[in-house]
């Protein structure tokens, strides 16, 4: 799957379908949409250098997307993902492939999969890994047989298995393994999932599809040559009113730690999790549930939304995202893709488009509601030098800046105490009905608050024309309380194009204070600014494009702009170094 641009009030709408491709004037564009004008620009590298990333996943130049097929596989780590090897927008899609041996620098390949065949003719689009008994290694992707987007679903596996990096992919003749029956739009029929094998022995995949508005992951079932392939009686989950479902994933999570389990894992003390990245939206939903192994049905907890409204793995620009089970450090890994929120023309001008977020550990929140991620360990051995500040008090309307690091490429992680609850607004019952992010856009970094609001100015100007506020609001709502979550692009660049996504990203963080403290990590990375809030119980990823804020001239201040005083229990900030990408 793939988009291209997103309408910057595109969740203040009512919840009709129709609204989400017009509103005020912005048009939000379709899915692989192809800009045929476009198709042959040649990509320049060093068109722009300004807002390229340091530490985050991206190519020397032009489009790249969805993570594919993401593995461990004998000591190394696999990365294939969407890339255009043509230019900076999208089009021309094969299946990049990079591999790591510790998830931060990577060893760029050749590609693995290209369109090349009758049955991919027009498109190698998304998939998964599964490694088969044996160790052997197999990879299933949506292929594109015609004009028309029919999609099909085809395999490919390692031409040398003593390759230690599999550069070699072979697309055998029996392809398809998968193709649409009259039941399913075959043009919204896509992303094949990690295989697990059920108790009976036999394997089992989900994809992605649509009908009557009703999004679906069609359930298949093969016998132990993963060959043979057939659709179950009913879908694994469907929900109605939701679009068409893509990027499906499907795991197991434990009750007992913050261990990773193998896909095909149906032991006891465990809930499922099932993530789709809903279409219309363009953000990444999940559920936590249980499966039934017997009716090969899943059904979300009754405290899991099931809708838009629920849970989301990020609650910024993060789309189309992958786990894989790490077996050599026994942890669930996630990997996402976070688009540019600048215009095409933006795009083909600096070269390059698209960056993948850090990736995360994830697993099951102790309360069993939610997940909970935070970035690789690995990360930590890009920190270079550091700055500390302890039992710092920020009265209302005081902001410290923190020097003696490189500010625009930067890890911060800091505590906020506060001595009382008091303060704490009153959540107005009108906003019930908005999403998070309608709250902040109403009540932002300076809109002067009670608790809050308090956090950082990143990738900030020195005075402040532009910056990137990533900040907590408490509320009191009847008798418990509402912590925000904000990361505000609005004031993050003095560019003001029309079509330029600049939103008030937010979330609510389900947290007990009562211990009355608030922690907040922020990877900024140029044009990146990806948070963490409570441990990474709340995750925002904004795409931010400040022309003062840059380099050298970018600035890092802790503030409050609440009645009630903040201290600063603790901060660390580490200038970060670049990986090794290329």
């Not at 993570?67 to 890339?83: A, E, R």
Request: glycine fraction near 6%; include cysteine.
């Amino acid at each position: 799957m793939e988009i291209l641009r997103r309408s910057s009030s595109l969740w203040v709408l009512p919840i009709l379908l129709l609204c989400f491709f017009i509103n005020n004037g912005v048009f939000v564009d379709a899915s692989h949409k192809v800009y045929m004008h476009l198709q042959s620009t040649t990509s320049h590298v060093d068109a722009s250098k300004v807002h390229r990333t340091g530490y985050h996943f991206q190519p020397p130049k032009n489009w790249i997307n969805d993570p594919n097929g993401p593995m461990y596989y004998n000591g190394v780590y696999h990365l294939f993902y969407q890339y255009n090897p043509k230019g900076a927008i999208w089009g021309n899609i094969v299946w990049a492939h990079s591999v790591s041996k510790d998830l931060i620098n990577w060893i760029p390949l050749e590609p693995a999969i290209y369109p090349s065949k009758v049955f991919d003719k027009y498109g190698t689009w998304s998939g998964s890994a599964t490694i088969l008994p044996g160790n052997k290694p197999v990879i299933l992707y949506t292929g594109i047989v015609d004009a028309n987007k029919t999609q099909v679903q085809n395999y490919a596996i390692p031409a040398n298995m003593s390759d230690p990096y599999l550069r070699k992919w072979i697309k055998p003749d029996n392809n398809p393994l998968i193709v649409a029956d009259k039941t399913i739009n075959k043009s919204q029929f896509r992303d094949p999932t990690t295989a697990w094998m059920g108790r009976d022995g036999n394997w089992r995949i989900l994809v992605g599809s649509v009908r009557n508005h009703r999004g679906k992951v069609i359930m298949y079932k093969s016998n132990k040559n993963f060959m043979k392939w057939t659709k179950a009686k009913h879908p694994l989950h469907s929900a109605p009113g939701t679009g068409n479902w893509e990027c499906p994933d499907f795991f197991p999570v434990s009750l007992k730690n913050k261990n990773g389990l193998d896909t095909s894992y149906n032991g006891k003390d465990i809930k499922h999790v099932l993530k789709v990245s809903f279409d219309v939206t363009r953000f990444d939903h999940y559920t936590i549930g249980t499966y039934d192994t017997k009716k090969d049905k899943y059904f979300p907890d009754n405290t899991s939304i099931d809708g838009w409204k629920g849970l989301r793995l990020d609650y910024g620009n993060y789309y189309a995202s992958k786990t894989f089970f790490d077996s050599g450090k026994n942890r669930r890994i996630l990997l996402g893709w976070a688009n540019e929120s600048d215009t095409v023309d933006n795009d083909v001008r600096k070269g390059w488009a698209g960056v993948h977020p850090i990736p995360r550990k994830i697993w099951l929140d102790p309360s069993g509601k939610q997940l909970v991620q935070w970035p690789v360990q690995e990360l930590e051995t890009l920190r270079k030098k550091k700055v500390q500040l302890n039992n710092k008090k920020l009265n209302k309307g005081k902001k410290v800046e923190i020097k003696g690091i490189t500010v625009a490429q930067a890890d911060v992680e800091v505590i906020f105490s506060f001595t009382s609850l008091d303060k704490a607004e009153p959540f107005d019952p009108s906003w019930a009905d908005l999403y998070a992010q309608d709250v902040c856009a109403i009540k932002g970094s300076t809109v002067q608050g009670g608790l809050g609001p308090f956090g950082l100015l990143t990738l900030a100007s020195k005075n402040l024309e532009e910056y990137t506020p990533v900040f907590f609001r408490i509320f009191k709502a009847h008798d418990k309380y509402k912590v925000l979550m904000c990361s505000d692009a609005s004031r993050s660049s003095l560019k003001n194009e029309t079509t330029m996504y600049k939103p008030s990203f937010a979330g609510y963080v389900d947290v007990d204070l009562a211990d009355k403290k608030l922690s907040l990590r922020s990877l900024i990375d140029h044009s990146v600014v990806e948070s963490f809030g409570a441990g990474g119980k709340t995750c925002i990823t904004s795409r931010v494009y400040p022309t003062l804020a840059i380099f050298d001239k970018a600035h890092l201040f802790v503030f409050n702009n609440g009645a009630e005083r903040i201290t600063i229990e603790t901060l660390n900030a580490w200038s970060m170094a670049n990986a090794k990408l290329h």
